[in-house]
């Protein structure tokens, strides 16, 4: 009898392996079709971004001129470098505010309360709503905050500080989810080597959590370089440069246009379409040399902590 039972469960197991073997050797019919449906959409997405920039550089580039960059912008030249160099300062402007404020708060959720806590669920989802939030809404909360209640006017200032409000959800998101990517044995050891908590959160932690931070800095760049309601009402649509060397720190007060608001008002005219088109050109090369000098910055910090 107990023969018996050690066959069948021999066969058993046999049938069992033989089965698993056909099953992996063999897809099923869904499976095949899973796998093409994931091949075409990565073939759709593709020829969609291949195109929209194969487009935009078809028209674009042949319509690249030394009167599209030179330094004043008359109604004949539609110059596009006061907007190129407004662009660069608001960017860095509200990096320059939003990225601190977004570092701190990731490291104050991370570090410095209980994964378990409220507060840190009340603030996640809050954060997480924000994320969704059109930048038209952000666009009216800066005109009637900024722009109307403390008087800065349409400037670069006002801009600046929409824009910061806008990329802070993202740039604190990435950088919670970069901290705690970091395993817990560099905290432990930080602490067994009779470091404090601060200085193991700088020293230990924060290194190895730069590049996924760095991440998120990248996706606020682009939503500020390529951003355009929310400027329309804080901003403003003046093509000229703050002109710090003779206003000093008035010149924060300036309107200006950055590249999107130009490409949106020269399209929106219907005059000078050719040249909105040289400035989409412009705009994506722009946006593409950001990224790569980020992303390299990104590796040389990892060859970095593994050197270290």
Not at 183 to 211: D, H, M, N
Not at 229 to 251: N, Y
Not at 259 to 269: D, G, I, N, P, T
């Amino acid at each position: 009898m107990s023969v018996r039972i050690l066959r069948h469960s021999h066969r058993s197991q046999t049938a069992s392996i033989s089965a698993s073997t056909f099953v992996s050797t063999n897809p099923s019919p869904a499976s095949r079709m899973l796998r093409a449906l994931v091949y075409l959409g990565t073939l759709l997405t593709v020829c969609i971004l291949v195109g929209l920039i194969g487009y935009i550089l078809l028209q674009g580039v042949p319509h690249l001129s030394p009167s599209l960059f030179e330094w004043n912008y008359t109604s004949d030249n539609v110059s596009l470098m006061p907007a190129l160099i407004s662009t660069v300062l608001m960017a860095v402007c509200a990096l320059v505010l939003a990225v601190p404020i977004g570092v701190a708060s990731a490291i104050y959720l991370v570090e410095y309360t209980q994964t378990d806590n409220r507060f840190v669920r009340i603030v996640r989802v809050t954060t997480e709503t924000l994320q969704g939030i059109p930048s038209i809404i952000y666009g009216l909360f800066g005109l009637l905050f900024f722009t109307t209640m403390l008087g800065w006017g349409m400037s670069l200032l006002s801009g600046a500080c929409t824009l910061a409000i806008m990329v802070l959800p993202v740039i604190m998101r990435t950088s919670e989810e970069a901290l705690l990517a970091v395993p817990k044995a560099y905290r432990e050891g930080g602490f067994a080597l009779g470091a404090g908590r601060l200085r193991t959160v700088f020293r230990c932690v924060l290194p190895s959590a730069i590049p996924g931070i760095l991440g998120g800095v990248i996706l606020a760049l682009g939503r500020c370089v390529g951003e355009v309601a929310a400027l329309l009402f804080t901003a403003g649509t003046v093509a000229q440069i703050p002109d710090f060397a003779t206003s000093g720190l008035g010149a924060f007060f300036d309107s200006c246009r950055t590249l999107a608001v130009h490409m949106y008002v020269l399209a929106s005219e219907g005059l000078h379409v050719d040249e909105a088109y040289a400035t989409a050109v412009i705009l994506l090369v722009m946006v593409l040399l950001l990224n790569l000098a980020t992303k390299w910055t990104v590796e040389r910090l990892k060859v970095g902590n593994k050197d270290e």
